[in-house]
């Protein structure tokens, strides 16, 4: 009896093992790029906003290899990341414009009066 749990025990050990290592494996280069493709294809704000961190993860892993698929996932990440990139530098811009223009007006109270 002692000897069948302890043959069990280790039986179910070992099968915990494998599935948190196979868990853990990060998704292959074929893998990743049908997500990316699935996701960009449904233009559903959260699906692109998830496709562009995949491309990101691509991207930094994949990048190095010479394969056709980089380069689309490329030009997606560049597609999508420019008018982000476009769209958080003018406001910030015209944020700090207002607070400039807030100084400016605390500074010369005579110009609040009409």
């Known amino acids: 009896m002692n000897r069948s749990f302890s043959i069990v025990s280790c039986a179910l050990i070992a099968l915990m093992l494998v599935s948190f290592v196979s868990a853990q494996s990060s998704p292959s280069m074929d893998e990743l790029f049908k997500q990316i493709a699935t996701l960009s294809n449904t233009k559903k704000p959260e699906d692109m906003e998830k496709a562009f961190q995949l491309s990101k993860d691509f991207l930094k892993r994949f990048g190095n290899e010479k394969d056709n698929r980089i380069a689309k996932v490329k030009t997606f990440y560049v597609s ?19 607070l400039s223009e807030k100084r400016y007006l605390l500074s010369n109270p005579t110009m609040l009066t009409c």
Do not use: E, Q
Request: zero cysteines; aromatic letters at 6%; charged letters at 20%.
């Open 80 to 98: 999508i990341a420019t008018p982000l990139f476009m769209r958080r530098s003018t406001v910030k811009s015209i944020l700090r414009h207002l």
